[in-house]
């Protein structure tokens, strides 16, 4: 079973305070390794995605990937209570026929005042 | 707004009913797909459509039947379901298969099956 394994959380941090979210995947023919933010009731929303090692930043977002770890991680900087969501891992996997994500259960992340 | 249209948003019915969920994407994109998802598991990926042809599908049982009659349009025909199919049911496009191309989503319906 191929699978992509987050910490559900609640991951509770202080406003302005960076939070971490981690993510493991067990499949090493994943090539691509997507965040989706989820609020509640709401579709995934796309924030980042990224296919090298090393960091990737976007604005308050850093996506980090270590592919001999199989590890991918979000950064945000100066968090918000609007960050407050559902943050959901995904790693791709071309099969030949169709681009398929493997997703994780998603980590709950609570940004207090 | 979102660039993946799914209606109904919401949607009850017996699990003797047939009825058909609907996904419009406005992206330009080639491929399309069905997830569902459950309270407390991941998204469950169930059908892929790439040029209008089916590429994948999830071993998802018979009940639910997927139809996609262009690039744009997909739909989601569902008969006499089972109380376990009660879920989110996303609708995501993306520009192609490779496997760096990000899927954008619907804003889902939410099936109850009574």
């Known amino acids: 079973q191929k699978e992509v394994e987050q910490n559900s959380g609640p991951l509770s941090v202080p406003e302005g305070a960076i939070a971490s979210l981690n993510c493991t995947y067990s499949d090493r023919g994943s090539q691509s390794f997507f965040w989706y933010r989820q609020y509640s009731g709401k579709s995934p929303e796309l924030i980042m995605f990224i296919y090298s090692n090393g960091d990737k930043e976007d604005g308050r977002f850093t996506a980090q990937l270590n592919k001999a770890s199989q590890y991918v991680s979000l950064l945000i900087r100066d968090s918000q209570p609007s960050d407050s969501a559902t943050y959901l891992c995904?790693?791709?996997?071309?099969?030949?026929?169709?681009?398929?994500?493997?997703f994780g259960t998603g980590t709950r992340l609570q940004v207090t005042l | 707004e979102t660039g993946v249209t799914q209606t109904p948003r919401h949607l009850v019915m017996g699990m003797t009913n047939k009825k058909s969920l609907k996904c419009e994407q406005h992206?330009?994109?080639?491929?399309m797909y069905w997830y569902k998802q459950s309270a407390k598991k991941p998204l469950e990926l169930m059908f892929v459509y790439n040029f209008k042809e089916q590429t994948e599908n999830n071993s998802v049982p018979s009940r639910f039947s997927p139809e996609c009659p262009n690039s744009s349009h997909l739909f989601l025909h569902l008969h006499t379901l089972q109380p376990e199919d009660s879920a989110l049911y996303l609708c995501?496009?993306?520009?192609?298969?490779?496997?760096?191309?990000?899927?954008?989503f619907g804003d889902g319906t939410r099936l109850s099956i009574l």
């Open positions: 995904a790693g791709g996997l071309n099969t030949g026929t169709a681009s398929k994500l493997t």
């Open positions: 995501a496009s993306s520009q192609g298969t490779a496997s760096n191309q990000p899927q954008h």
């Open positions: 992206l330009g994109h080639n491929a």
